[in-house]
């Protein structure tokens, strides 16, 4: 019986009723001890998929996922999450439990987010337990369950007095009030675990009062919640040495099977005890038949404490005997004797040097956490681990025992991490500035501060903080002069690095270059780096580069052949190439593609980077929907953090998406200026390939009156150094809007005129990257002045009806309308233009799968290329038909290819 848990049983079961129509996630998160695994088990019910974790599985990549994989029919392909939602997919209505999820593997919590996210429309109930302390699955949960859409997350406290007494009334058989009740409270916390352990010992009390006598006696004699222990205590010191072995044995590993109790007996050379047996001492549970545990890890700790360090180091040596692999060798580490260390020590460094030359940083840094209990010197290797892995929230079990080492590269490098995983970078970069990277030999101390760099650099190019910059340039040449006298393939690692941090500080970081002038250093770079053995990522990672400073200088041409010919398969590197293929794409009026660009990009960053970075992600995300006018998806993701300041490179794309909202919606207003001008004011335009927005700027300060400050505006554009026929546009647009506001007419058509020249050859000039959105600003304007006039020039009805088509393309339909409304009134019919109009009906995600309907995919190759289920493809697919009123793919693919631009 469960008690004291309506409210949440309630919510649950609603839960249940509703997943069979869209996925749910039921996430029930609290303290040890609150009660979490009863709740879940008691509202999924029997007949679910259960997945039981334990502290080991944290130590097996992909472990988690593999099983629930398995436990649906399916294998584990090489997209661990595709291969689950296919699994998921074929198995129909599904409700699955994962207990403890915080001891999840980071890829399988990373995998089982990306499912999460994308089977929205899969009748799946997931629920999953675990401590207040989220890791990258429950931290990305928090996110998806904000809304409630996509279910609830249930935060579990301890039972109030009234609970407590249903509770008491339910085991013990008799009302329990007044004093003892206030007593049992003050004993147990209201914790259903104490409450159980306490219940479990009132057989064994023989009180003459009888239960409630024995209750009074039990609590009055072990209060402050030290039942567990006071239970251990007697389960043990009662027990016959068979029972006391196997309940320390038990303590020691996450579960074993009857089997392995017996041989963990026979080790110690003690005879068999039976299931019953243990489980009659009220700290065992068994999670399947065979298997045993203790019921919990607050009872796990109690029955350790109680064992004296001569019983649990001959169980630890027993279970080295009993189990194998990784999991024998730890408990040979906790079993060790001193005269035994140096050998172990020996073998351990054998099998760490192994795992790191196999490229395994997860074995590695397990056999480097055992190996450190032994010795302090393998903390340069759990270090090396854990930054080649690029998790550094592992360092956060290790911070006292770095914090109490004595100066060293490796102690600074750690304390740096520390510093980054807070968020905190400048006191990051800080701690390497006092490192002199000429004098370390050590090759593993030389790569941790390589990638430490790396790390820190990373973040510091997010925040656009170039005064880090200074630390890393000795850092850079060292790794240079240390590759070449290296080891081969320590060599290579070096050169990469040396090449990655290179980037980041010359490229990203330094702002006294301006684009144009890194652009040579970096391609003889990269050009210098062909040919070479084993070069290929690092000449990849260096085009991409490329590309992002093209793109940053507005070679927007060159940008794109770049930025398309490399692979960025570094996440932050991916990143940034993403942006600036998302901004060209969008300026080029190819809003689908920027838009499936962006929405990959926000499933990239999602899964495999942290929430500081989640914000320029949403904000691309939202770019094209909110140009479009789809306020809902628009405050699903900008709403999830506006910025009072626009400082990082998220805040810059976040104003960019809701300045071109504005442009879109309501045209170039006066209150376009408090949005655009921000980035300008903090010099960000570089980095997301703002500069022709200085023409919004200028235009919508002179709406609002502020004639002065659209001149500096104006001159902002002579000052930002960007490609020359594109600046010449920028300032022709700027002066004729300057002149219309001063009345010049004619020096205004001449300006649009001259305008209108340069964007065209910028346009011809750049053909995967012309500014044609900007040429519909222009069309608008040189409109508005020609109703001005009464003069229309002979190319501007054709301008007009030009930007009206592209317009309606990309689906900026008020946009498009202003632009008709413009052709009236300067005497001539508006274009109804049909093609555009079937697409301008959909929401973006509909049309997205509507072009790929139309390029012949069927759904299950939809669903492969954006990686959704085949029954979410399937429900895009029937919407778009519906709201186009077509009977068919064939009649939508035909209808879609007849009005093509």
């Known amino acids: 019986m469960l008690v004291g848990r309506d409210a949440d049983l309630s919510a649950l079961a609603e839960a249940r009723r509703a997943y069979r129509e869209a996925a749910r996630v039921s996430w029930i998160v609290g303290a040890d001890g609150v009660g979490k695994s009863a709740l879940a088990r008691t509202a999924i019910g029997p007949d679910a998929i259960t997945l039981d974790l334990y502290p080991d599985d944290a130590h097996h990549p992909l472990g988690a996922v593999a099983d629930l994989t398995a436990q649906l029919g399916g294998s584990l392909g090489k997209d661990p999450a595709q291969s689950l939602l296919r699994a998921l997919e074929a198995a129909g209505p599904t409700r699955l439990l994962i207990d403890d999820a915080h001891w999840m593997d980071t890829d399988s ?145 996450p579960e074993l099977n009857s089997d392995q109790v017996a041989e963990l007996l026979a080790a110690l050379g003690l005879p068999e005890v039976s299931t019953a047996t243990l489980m009659e001492t009220g700290l065992v549970d068994r999670s399947i038949p065979g298997r045993l545990r203790i019921r919990h890890r607050l009872a796990q700790e109690a029955v350790l404490d109680r064992a004296t360090v001569t019983d649990r180091r001959a169980t630890h040596r027993a279970l080295a005997q009993v189990l194998d692999g990784v999991a024998a060798l730890e408990h040979r580490t906790l079993a060790t004797e001193p005269a035994e260390r140096e050998t172990l020590s020996r073998e351990l460094d054998a099998r760490i040097r192994d795992a790191q030359a196999q490229g395994d940083p997860d074995l590695a840094y397990r056999l ?58 400048r006191p990051a970069a800080a701690q390497l500035g006092h490192l002199d990277p000429t004098s370390i030999t050590e090759l593993r101390e030389l790569l941790i501060l390589a990638y430490t760099a790396v790390h820190i650099t990373a973040q510091a190019a997010m925040q656009t903080a170039p005064e880090t910059a200074v630390v890393f340039d000795p850092i850079v040449a060292a790794l240079r002069e240390q590759a070449q006298q290296a080891p081969a393939l320590v060599g290579y690692e070096l050169t990469a690095l040396a090449l990655a941090l290179d980037m980041t500080v010359h490229h990203l970081l330094n702002t006294s270059l301006i684009p144009e002038d890194r652009i040579p250093g970096l391609a003889a770079m990269r050009d210098s780096l062909a040919g070479q053995p084993g070069s290929e990522l690092l000449v990849s990672s260096a085009t991409v580069m490329l590309g992002i400073l093209e793109f940053a200088a507005g070679r927007t041409g060159r940008a794109v052949a770049s930025l398309t010919s490399g692979v960025a398969q570094i996440p932050m590197l991916h990143m940034q190439a993403s942006v600036a293929l998302i901004f060209i794409r969008f300026n080029a009026g190819e809003w689908d593609q920027a838009d499936a660009l962006a929405s990959r990009q926000l499933g990239t960053t999602l899964d495999m980077l942290q929430q500081p970075y989640w914000h320029q992600a949403f904000a691309l995300a939202a770019l094209v929907p909110a140009c479009r006018g789809e306020s809902d998806v628009v405050a699903r993701y900008l709403d999830w953090q506006r910025p009072d300041r626009t400082v990082s490179l998220a805040d810059a794309c976040h104003r960019f998406t809701e300045s071109w909202a ?9 209150e376009l200026a408090r949005l655009v001008g921000p980035l300008w004011e903090q010099d960000l335009i570089g980095y997301i390939g703002a500069f022709p927005t200085v023409v919004l700027l200028v235009g919508s300060l002179l709406a609002a009156g502020h004639r002065a400050r659209a001149v500096d505006a104006r001159a902002l554009a002579t000052r930002a150094p960007y490609e020359a026929v594109a600046t010449a546009y920028v300032l022709a647009h700027c002066d004729g809007l300057l002149a219309v506001h001063d009345g010049r007419l004619d ?97 973006t995600r509909e049309r997205e799968i509507a072009l790929l309907v139309a390029e012949g995919l069927s759904n299950r190759e939809i669903a492969e290329r954006l990686f959704v289920t085949v029954r979410t493809a399937e429900y895009h697919v029937h919407n778009a038909l519906t709201k186009t009123g077509l009977r068919s793919r064939v009649s939508l693919r035909e209808a879609l290819s007849s009005h093509s631009p």
Request: aromatic content about 4%; glycine content about 8%.
């Open 109 to 253: 919590q990373r995998a089982l987010w990306q499912v999460a996210r994308r089977s929205a429309r899969l009748p799946v109930w997931v629920v999953l337990t675990s401590s207040p302390d989220p890791g990258p699955l429950t931290e990305r949960l928090l996110l998806l369950l904000s809304s409630g859409e996509r279910g609830q997350i249930h935060r579990l406290k301890p039972l109030e007095e009234a609970a407590v007494a249903q509770f008491l009334r339910a085991r013990v058989g008799v009302p329990i009030e007044g004093d003892i009740l206030r007593q049992v409270m003050t004993s147990t916390g209201g914790y259903p675990s104490l409450l159980a352990s306490l219940v479990a010992q009132l057989p064994s009390q023989g009180h003459p009062g009888g239960l409630t006598g024995a209750l009074e006696a039990l609590t009055a004699q072990v209060p402050d919640a030290g039942l567990l222990s006071h239970h251990a205590s007697r389960a043990l010191d009662g027990a016959s040495p068979s029972v006391r072995y196997a309940l320390i044995g038990l303590a020691q590993s």
């Open 747 to 843: 020096e205004a058509e001449a300006h649009f005129t001259l305008a209108r020249q340069h964007l065209d050859r910028q346009v011809t000039e750049n053909p995967s990257g012309g500014l044609h959105l900007y040429q519909a600003l222009l069309a608008e304007d040189t409109a508005a002045l020609a109703r001005r006039t009464g003069r229309t020039p002979g190319t501007l009805l054709t301008d007009l009806r030009s930007a009206h088509a592209l317009l309606n393309r990309c689906g900026a339909v008020r946009w498009a309308e202003r632009l008709n409304a413009h052709v009236v009134a300067l005497g001539d019919a508006p274009d109804p233009e049909p093609g555009p109009s079937l697409l301008s009906r959909l929401t």
């Open 368 to 425: 480097s956490l055992l190996a450190l209990r032994l010795e302090d010197r393998f903390l340069d290797d759990v270090l090396l681990s854990i930054v080649r892995s690029g998790r550094i929230a592992r360092l956060r079990d290790l911070a006292s025992h770095v914090s109490n080492l004595p100066s060293s590269v490796t102690r600074a490098c750690a304390l740096a991490l520390l510093d980054l995983d807070k968020g905190v970078f």
């Open 662 to 670: 504005h442009v879109c919606q309501e045209g170039v207003t006066p």
